[in-house]
């Protein structure tokens, strides 16, 4: 009674194998991960000081800092998703708490898809014909506004995507039971979905800084130079419409392929930089994600 | 089989609370309610019995048009509350869900708290600027009401989803009171919960009778028996029988009626 059959003991087996199949397919995922991460810390670290995170470059880059490619990334970033964050949030709502199902969504939500697979480099000679001539920011040069509208363009579809994935893990029961009451679409929305989806969206959104942050392609084309300076000292910033700047990819693609003499070191230093950075811009956004869940009402 | 014994018409002088005249719904091209034709009495409990897809849940849907939120379903026919046909122009869909009070199957109550939960739907109305006192008052009317008060008058702010399901259940019907519904619907109300829960709601039925008018869907033929003043057998998007419940299951005058109560399908 109840003992192990050589059948059970095939299908133990079996289990046993299958679990460490995926486990050492999890770890294979890992691994790289880290060793990425940690090769290019290790060897950049060293040049990494308080002079080169502060200085501007000198030298065609081979000396100095990367202060102001720092701050173009940031400008980049930031307006980027000043567009992208609250468009794509808004219209995901739309889509999937107003919107029947009907002719219009369904192109609506064939665009969403098929925008989220264009490649980058499409997206820049886009942003090219859309933003740097066509609305013509800046007398018909590249421009920070052009480059953030172009990766706008670029993360909507993708933020439109998951911000409607976390709309929908939203218990249908949960709307059942406002609508029951006669709540309005949009006190469903605001009391009972947005606050009970707001860490999906913001993951959703943060994902995206990343990504913006990375790219080189569309924004060489449309608003980043490879030598732009804030101003002489280094204080004044950029003006988002009337300048074009330097960023954290652009530096490192120019440094690491153009520039003559530089110091082995110095790509990997602003590799370590530019995930440094990312990560503060996500720490800063789960840090907003964790203040809006303490509230009460949120 | 005459219609007018299985299915009594409207009498003069008795004050009906719903009456549908000829009710067709199609989900698509699904028809799931085939011309329903009844009278449900003012103040009184009536259950809605019938196999599993038979269009019951439906039925009770159509009383607050909450089934036009799926953009498929097509309804024909007539329904009056309260003697006002609800797809009169005039109607506001807000203020009819407000008068009619539904309970689900699963408890619902929202991820907020237990305080809440129950002044959500007075906040969402609330014109003239009720005060914290106000909301207080209504909160332990309806939670007194539902015999929660005592229980949970301390942990007011607690989240409602960590509530027992009995409690869940109760909570959510507490959470129509203060709406002030004249019909209150249920869908199964006791399915998810063991023999104690179902009878605290029962009891809870039969406070709340008189004051509004209860139609519960049951598939506990016991329940329907025990908890009901009329029953309606539905079979297929058809109502078969409309009776007294004394009545429905001591001399059930359909055969399929009987065949059901007797629990040869179901
Ligand atoms: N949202 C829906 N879309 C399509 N068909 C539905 C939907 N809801 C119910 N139905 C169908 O309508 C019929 C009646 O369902 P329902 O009213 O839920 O039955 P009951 O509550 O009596 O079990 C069933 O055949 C069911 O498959
Ligand atoms: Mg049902």
């Not at chain 1, 990504?211 to 449309?222: C, D, F, K, N």
């Not at chain 1, 990997?268 to 996500?282: D, E, P, Q, R, S």
């Not at chain 2, 829960?197 to 039969?206: D, V």
Request: aromatic content about 10%.
């Amino acid at each position: 009674m109840f003992t192990e059959t050589p059948f059970i003991r095939k299908k133990k087996r079996n289990e046993v194998i299958a679990k460490c199949f995926f486990g050492f397919m999890a770890a294979a995922m890992v691994i790289p991960l880290f060793l990425i991460v940690g090769y290019i810390v290790v060897q950049g670290a060293p040049a990494i000081s308080w002079e080169f995170l502060t200085e501007n470059p000198r030298s065609g880059g081979a000396k100095g800092g990367i202060w102001a490619a720092i701050v173009g990334t940031f400008y980049i970033v930031f307006f980027s998703l000043a567009f992208s964050a609250p468009i794509g949030v808004l219209a995901a709502v739309y889509l999937n708490e107003y919107a029947t199902e009907n002719w219009f969504t369904r192109i609506v939500n064939l665009a969403v898809v098929n925008l989220a697979g264009v490649p980058s480099i499409v997206h820049g000679l886009f942003g090219v014909g859309a933003f740097v001539y066509f609305a013509n920011f800046n007398d018909g040069k590249k421009s920070i506004i052009a480059a953030a509208l172009t990766l706008a363009v670029m993360t909507l579809p993708v933020i439109i995507a998951s911000t409607k994935e976390a709309l929908s893990a939203v218990p249908r029961q949960f709307r059942e039971a406002c609508w029951n009451v006669g709540a309005t679409r949009w006190q469903v929305i605001w009391k009972i979905v947005l606050p009970n989806s707001i860490s999906g969206i913001l993951t959703g959104v943060i994902l995206q800084v990343s990504r913006t942050a990375g790219e080189t392609a569309p924004v060489m084309l449309t608003g980043v130079a490879t030598y732009k300076l804030l101003d002489s000292t280094g204080l004044f910033l950029y003006h988002p419409i009337k300048d074009q700047c330097m960023a954290l990819s652009m530096h490192l693609y120019y440094i690491a392929t153009q520039a003559n003499n530089v110091p082995k070191a110095t790509p990997f230093a602003i590799a370590t930089v530019l995930i440094g950075v990312v990560l503060i811009v996500n720490a800063a956004a789960i840090a907003f994600r964790v203040y809006l869940r303490s509230r009460k009402k949120w | 089989m005459t219609t007018a014994t299985l299915n009594p018409p409207a009498a003069a002088g008795v004050d009906y609370a719903i009456t549908t005249r000829d009710l067709k719904l199609w989900y698509a091209k699904f028809q799931a309610l085939l011309g329903i034709t009844c009278n449900i009495k003012k103040g009184q409990i009536t259950s809605l019995i019938g196999p599993s897809g038979c269009g019951k849940t439906t039925l009770l849907r159509c009383f607050n048009r909450v089934n036009e939120r799926y953009g498929y379903v097509t309804t024909t026919g007539e329904i009056k509350l309260l003697g006002k046909n609800i797809y009169d122009p005039d109607v506001s869909l807000i203020e009819l869900r407000k008068s009619i009070g539904m309970v689900f199957q699963r408890p619902n109550p929202l991820p907020i708290s237990v305080y809440e939960n129950v002044v959500f739907g007075l906040r969402i109305h609330d014109e003239q600027g009720l005060k914290k006192s106000d909301y207080d008052d209504a909160v332990e009317k309806a939670l007194t009401e539902v015999g929660l008060w005592n229980d949970l008058k301390d942990r007011l702010q607690m989240k409602a989803t960590g509530l027992q399901l009995e409690q869940q259940q109760k909570l959510c019907i507490a959470r129509l009171l203060p709406l002030k519904p004249e019909i209150i619907l249920m869908d199964e109300p006791c399915s998810a919960l063991d023999v104690g829960g179902t009878r605290a709601i029962e009891e809870l039925m039969f406070a709340l009778k008189g004051r509004y008018t209860i139609v519960i869907v049951t598939h506990n033929m016991a329940q329907a028996r025990r908890a009901s003043d009329e029953c309606i057998f539905m079979l297929m998007g058809e109502l078969i029988e409309h009776t007294l419940t004394t009545e429905m299951f001591v001399t059930p005058k359909n055969q399929k009626t009987a065949e059901y109560i007797e629990g040869r399908y179901g």
